[in-house]
């Protein structure tokens, strides 16, 4: 069963957080520089493709380290341009990034250092953050390593843990799905198959089974998942070190140490238990919990005015 939960992390972690936030931040220009469009750049001996759009103040995103590129955060995100300067970036081997030297590097770690060295490259002392799904469970960490370099956090679908116990009991509650991503891994021990081969199953698996088992209305979901995901690239060498990287997650023991103030959101019809979400708001001191009643594992999409008013009010544009 280990060789299962990173799995369901990269496509099904949910979460959301909450206590008392305090006031949000007077709304700002977004710095000089940061002009809209696509650009590389060197960090961290890379060359790493990043995306600004929007305007407003900036927001930058984690992405997930399961092996997506920038497009299908942009599309989900894209409402918020309108108020927010929204900066995407694509992880090491995805997109139009360089590619991997080494396994670690389509590892979580990358991808926070990363976070970091693009912050600095665009002049930012500080910044707005939020991670979607393994994204969110990442920004716990980079919160809580560099505290006094993320102003507010917005935690969207993510956990705070998820043990071989979580994964038993999701397995129990959903067996279908479970039953043929066990298959999936069986079939991609198949000597003959090509990276590339694997890649478009693994696509098909959680484009056609996973991510529509995870929004409210399934009938909505074929659509929905292509407007957001169509035009993404995926990578199975990302999703499989991901499965081996984390085959559990206990970050718990890290809210503490986050200063920022959080949104936590979380959908009532998440394959994940809202209860995972509501372990962030048990362990951060400064954070807001908000529960999507009619949204899965895709707000943005799902209730998508609510989630836009909603960030808004947050960091203060509305």
């Known amino acids: 069963m280990k060789t299962m939960t990173s799995f369901v992390f990269a496509v099904t972690l949910i979460a959301l957080v909450g206590c008392a936030p305090s006031e949000p931040p007077s709304e700002e ?16 001996g890379f060359e790493i493709h990043y995306e600004v759009h929007g305007e407003g103040p900036v927001l930058m995103t ?12 942009h599309n989900m995100y894209r409402p918020l341009e309108e108020n927010l300067t929204m900066v995407y970036f ?20 990358a991808v926070r250092a990363d976070f970091q060295a693009l912050r600095q490259h665009l002049g930012l002392e500080s910044v707005n953050a939020i991670g ?39 397995a129990a509650k959903y067996p279908g799905v479970m039953e043929a991503s066990m298959a999936f891994n069986q079939e991609m021990q198949d000597p003959g198959l090509t990276d590339d ?16 088992m995870s929004f409210a209305d399934r009938e909505a979901a074929p659509a929905t998942i292509d407007r957001i995901f169509g035009d993404a690239e995926f990578s199975w060498a990302h999703g499989d070190y991901s499965q081996r990287e984390h085959p559990e997650f206990d ?68």
């Open 90 to 109: 694509d992880p090491r081997g995805m997109g139009e990034s360089s590619p991997i030297v080494e396994e670690a590097d389509m590892g979580m770690a």
């Open 132 to 170: 979607w799904s393994n994204g969110a469970m990442n920004l716990i960490m980079l919160a809580a390593e560099r505290p006094e370099t993320i102003e507010n956090a917005i935690f969207l679908h993510g956990a705070a843990s998820f043990t071989n116990e979580d994964m038993a009991a999701m």
């Open 62 to 73: 984690l992405p997930n380290s399961w092996g997506l590129s920038l497009q299908g955060l």
């Open 251 to 318: 970050a718990r023991d890290q809210l503490p140490l986050i200063t920022a103030r959080c949104l936590v959101i979380s959908g009532a019809h998440d394959m994940m238990p809202a209860r995972k979400g509501k372990e962030i708001a048990e362990g951060v001191a400064n954070a807001e919990f908000v529960l999507f009643e009619s949204s899965g594992h895709y707000a943005p999409a799902e209730e998508a005015e609510a989630f836009e008013a909603l960030v808004f009010r947050f960091l203060g544009v509305s």
């Open 29 to 44: 220009p977004a710095p000089q520089g940061l002009e809209n469009g696509s650009f590389h750049t060197q960090l961290n």
């Open 197 to 212: 081969q694997k890649t478009e199953k693994m696509r098909a698996l959680w484009l056609e089974q996973w991510f529509p």
